[in-house]
């Protein structure tokens, strides 16, 4: 095996697991559940960790078209594998209020959607 397929194994798994992760931890839910345009379909929310995650591609376009994602900063917007993943808080505590405004309002029963 060569270089190339031992990083595309790596690349997969990379992917396998932060979909797993996602699976796991987020709620799949209609976007307009979380106070966001119909339009963008279903996000996935953690909102212990209060982050939004959509697919990379299409998802994410229409995110940050409908939802007003495309001004959020870099430094709240973490791309690995085939996942977007936007967060309200940065490594220094600086709060992003496009994404931190979603978890203001009463959505604690996400907490309990199986």
């Given at each position: ?41 279903r ?9 939004v995650?959509?697919?990379r ?34 490594e ?17 029963y ?5």
């Open positions: 095996m060569n270089d190339i397929d031992n990083l595309q194994d790596y690349i997969d798994e990379v992917n396998y697991n932060v979909e797993a992760y996602i699976n796991k931890n987020f709620r799949h839910v209609p976007a307009s559940d979380i106070n966001l345009d119909v339009r963008i379909g996000v996935w929310v953690f909102p212990d960790e209060r982050m995650a959509v697919e591609g299409h998802s994410e376009r229409i995110i940050e078209y409908y939802g007003g994602f495309e001004y959020i900063e870099d430094e709240f917007k973490v791309t690995i594998g085939n996942w977007v993943i936007y967060k309200s808080e940065n220094d505590g600086d709060i992003c209020y496009r994404v931190d405004e979603i978890f203001e309002e009463d959505i604690s996400l907490n309990r959607v199986g």
